[in-house]
């Protein structure tokens, strides 16, 4: 699937000034949830994979899910492996967490429940891929 393809299937789409080394770029309304204000952003790179990046904090998968598109199909050369990239990704945003959580600590601000649940939740998570 093309970056083109996409914009088709999303609301209030505006070419933008394209970002870092992509070819193109676009921000639109993310339809993974209510988004009164365009919040995603849609680039193509420059070979041609489509990338997504919900400012909200939708995932790439919630975002394609939402219109009825397999991720697979935003890699035109078919070289997905989501196991491999999955991993990786999920072990620098837990590293990444948890190094946020303790520096807000050591700066003496509080954590909610839900921040202690999130920090005990990359902590075991850190412990399990070790």
Not at 90 to 101: G, M
């Amino acid at each position: 699937m093309s970056a083109d393809e996409l914009i088709n299937k999303l609301a209030m789409v505006k070419e933008v000034k394209a970002r870092k080394k992509h070819r193109r770029s676009w921000i639109a309304q993310c339809p993974a949830h209510s988004d009164n204000s365009p919040s995603l952003y849609v680039d193509e790179g420059e070979s041609g994979n489509v990338l997504i990046k919900c400012w909200a904090g939708c995932g790439a998968t919630d975002v394609i899910d939402a219109v009825g598109v397999h991720i697979t199909s935003l890699f035109p050369d078919g070289d997905y492996d989501s196991r491999a990239r999955r991993q990786k990704k999920d072990v620098d945003y837990h590293e990444l967490h948890l190094q946020i959580s303790e520096s807000k600590r050591n700066n003496g601000e509080k954590q909610s429940k839900a921040d202690k649940q999130s920090e005990l939740e990359s902590y075991i998570a850190m412990r399990g891929s070790s």
